[in-house]
């Protein structure tokens, strides 16, 4: 079956330089969400897409910005780099789940980002 | 993390006993998600049990929830070392329906010895 796929799995950037993750979700799968995970830390939200809007916003810098576009795959672009940005970059996706239905979500293998 | 706290943050057992995890949350939930990530390895869900639920199986896993102590515990019996893994319990505080983030907590690093 299908996964969700996510590009590069590993990117290294110098300081200040730019970077952009590109998330494609199980076909289907109407909403992406983007998790950023730090060493030893657990998941933490950034962002999310429902049919190509943004849906939910959470703890995602001003330096980064992300969209879906109109094939449902999602980039993260990240600019002005810091050390502190490297992580792990989650992309999940999952469908709509309906009238009392519940979101259960289907993860990407992730791409790590070192900024050096 | 700002919603689930767990405990303990690591655990090592030996292969055939239980394992046991805890989760304690803050605000309401709509479900609360139980999920396992491999080392550097993307999370893989494992069990969901709603917030009208107090215990749900699956396999060797057994999931509780207790709403008014704002607690889960996940249980996974007979562990094996392929088990060796971090769980992290994720709450979707939002309306039913679906396209809501899950919060995830801090995690239990599991090791199973041989």
């Known amino acids: 079956a299908a996964g969700v796929i996510q590009s590069p799995r590993h990117l290294i950037k110098e300081k200040r330089e730019t970077a952009t993750l590109k998330c494609y979700p199980i076909?289907?799968?109407?909403?992406v969400y983007w998790y950023q995970q730090g060493p030893g830390q657990d998941p933490q939200f950034l962002i999310s897409f429902y049919e190509k809007m943004q849906s939910d916003k959470g703890s995602i810098p001003d330096r980064f910005s992300a969209q879906q576009f109109s094939d449902y795959h999602s980039e993260l672009n990240m600019s002005s780099l810091e050390l502190g940005d490297s992580a792990l970059y989650f992309c999940a996706s999952s469908p709509m789940a309906g009238r009392g239905g519940a979101n259960v979500l289907t993860f990407g293998a992730g791409s790590r980002l070192t900024v050096l | 993390s700002q919603q689930g706290e767990e405990d303990p943050q690591a655990l090592s057992i030996q292969e055939g006993e239980n394992a046991t995890m805890n989760c304690s949350y803050k605000t309401s939930i709509n479900n609360l998600q139980w999920y396992r990530q491999n080392s550097g390895r993307g999370l893989v869900h494992l069990i969901l049990?709603?917030?009208?639920?107090r215990e749900k199986h699956s396999g060797r896993l057994r999931v509780t929830l207790d709403t008014s102590k704002k607690s889960s515990s996940l249980l996974i019996t007979a562990s094996r070392a392929a088990d060796t893994a971090s769980y992290f319990c994720a709450t979707d505080a939002g309306l039913a329906g679906g396209g809501n983030k899950l919060t995830f907590g801090t995690g239990t690093q599991l090791k199973v010895e041989l």
């Open positions: 076909p289907r799968h109407d909403t």
């Open positions: 049990i709603r917030s009208n639920e």
